[in-house]
């Protein structure tokens, strides 16, 4: 096991900077995600760590070693590429024991070694065919039999799954998962997919222009995003966002949207605290709201009921996402059971869930509040305009 660390780290290209001012820390026997869309400096960040790279600034780490200038030979760490990089002249027992060879081990140790990680992949039945006659889920086992064998003390994997299908991707998020676990091994993967990222990580690092957005669990990346990007890379469909005024009435808090208004009753309401932050109230913020939150009912379920059309129906089979437009022209998203069938263009009344509304500041698209988050003194409570 490895213990990864990065220290304000930078990268530059020319006048691109891949990496900026990088903090990361990943821990022994952790299964550690890097998520953000290309061009995030997630490829960038793994190559600094094994030694690809050198950094224009700051300090990397290996178990508490500066490995700045060590070759990456040295390193002892596993990079598996998402071109996998097999040698397709070779048999898949000869790519698997490549690395042994070149540590120069006796031809039976190296038999056994890539015997052992054959039967472990399930692929001891392929050893002496070549790459070319392997489908793309077996060609992904020899590439990830070929890091194992080395045993080293970290693996790295550059998007390993994203040129596989649904299904096989599934397979192997199963499997990746299942090795992990038995081998209690540092393993940093990187991909731009959130369904990986979600599923198979203990950590998740939201990586956007070089800079960490948010690092934490995958259920407090969800539940809390940091700000408005994590927000839309991780959940599918992604959350919705609308603009609305901030104002007071009496003794309340109200964000005011043309649809609808969200009341937060009460002077002493935590979600005024956290929009004033150390000054006033914004003029405006923007309300997110998942579409797994947002409630569509065929009838007007009265005072609370919010009303929109329905613009595009998509089944999914084991849920439908509906296209909803409120107000004049704002179309928000809502996953509602396949039971629920609506028509294109038909009225329905929607509710959010009052306990995960998120705010987020209007220019930095830092989130501000969440509901349900702390203890409130009242409800937050939605009514039509």
Same mark, same amino acid.
């Given at each position: ?23 990361? +820390? ?10 953000? !869309?290309?061009?995030? #400096? ?16 700051? %300090? ?34 000869? /790519? ?5 060879? +070149? $540590? ?24 002496? $065919? ?32 994203? /040129? ?6 599934? +397979?192997?998020?199963? +499997?990746?998962? $299942?090795?992990? &676990?038995?081998? /209690? ?22 990586? /956007?222009?070089?800079?960490? &957005? ?20 991780? #959940? =599918? ?9 901030? %104002?007071? &009435? ?19 309401? !935590? ?16 309300? #997110? ?13 009265? =005072?609370?009921?919010?009303?929109? &059309? ?40 929607? $509710? ?11 220019? =930095? ?21």
């Amino acid at each position: 096991m490895a213990h990864l660390k990065l220290e304000n780290v930078s990268k530059r290209f020319g006048f691109v900077e891949a990496v900026k001012q990088l903090n990361l +820390e990943i821990h022994n026997g952790e299964f550690f995600c890097i998520l953000g !869309p290309p061009g995030a #400096g997630k490829t960038t960040t793994l190559r600094l760590i094994v030694g690809l790279e050198r950094p224009d600034e700051g %300090t990397v780490y290996i178990d508490g070693e500066r490995v700045n200038d060590l070759h990456p030979g040295k390193r002892d760490i596993a990079m598996m590429f998402q071109n996998l990089a097999l040698y397709p002249d070779k048999t898949v027992f000869a /790519n698997i024991a490549y690395p042994l060879r +070149e $540590r120069k081990l006796p031809k039976d140790e190296i038999e056994t070694q890539v015997t052992a990680v054959a039967k472990k992949l399930y692929i001891d039945h392929l050893l002496q $065919r070549k790459p070319g006659k392997l489908s793309g889920g077996e060609r992904q086992r020899v590439a990830l039999g070929r890091c194992l064998v080395r045993q080293p003390r970290a693996y790295l994997m550059d998007e390993p799954l994203a /040129n596989l299908d649904a299904l096989l991707r599934l +397979e192997m998020r199963i +499997e990746l998962k $299942r090795i992990q &676990q038995e081998l /209690n091994e540092t393993l940093v993967y990187v991909t731009h997919d959130q369904v990986e990222a979600m599923s198979m990580s203990d950590r998740i690092a939201v990586l /956007n222009r070089g800079e960490i &957005q948010q690092c934490d669990l995958p259920d407090v990346v969800y539940s809390l995003p940091a700000n408005r990007f994590v927000a839309t890379v991780v #959940g =599918s469909p992604p959350t919705n966002f609308i603009n609305a005024e901030v %104002t007071r &009435q009496n003794n309340d808090l109200l964000v005011v949207h043309q649809a609808c208004t969200l009341r937060a009753a009460g002077n002493g309401h !935590p979600l005024a605290a956290a929009l004033a932050g150390k000054g006033a109230l914004p003029d405006r913020v923007l309300v #997110g709201i998942r579409p797994e939150d947002i409630q569509v009912l065929s009838d007007d379920p009265g =005072s609370d009921g919010v009303q929109a &059309q329905v613009s595009v129906v998509e089944p999914l089979g084991g849920e439908t996402v509906v296209d909803l437009t409120i107000g004049p022209e704002d179309i928000i998203k809502a996953v509602v059971p396949p039971a629920q069938h609506f028509a294109e263009g038909q009225m329905v009344w929607i $509710r959010f869930d009052p306990d995960r509304i998120h705010f987020f500041d209007a220019e =930095s698209g830092a989130r501000l509040y969440t509901t349900g988050q702390a203890e409130r003194l009242e409800c937050m409570e939605m009514t039509p305009a």
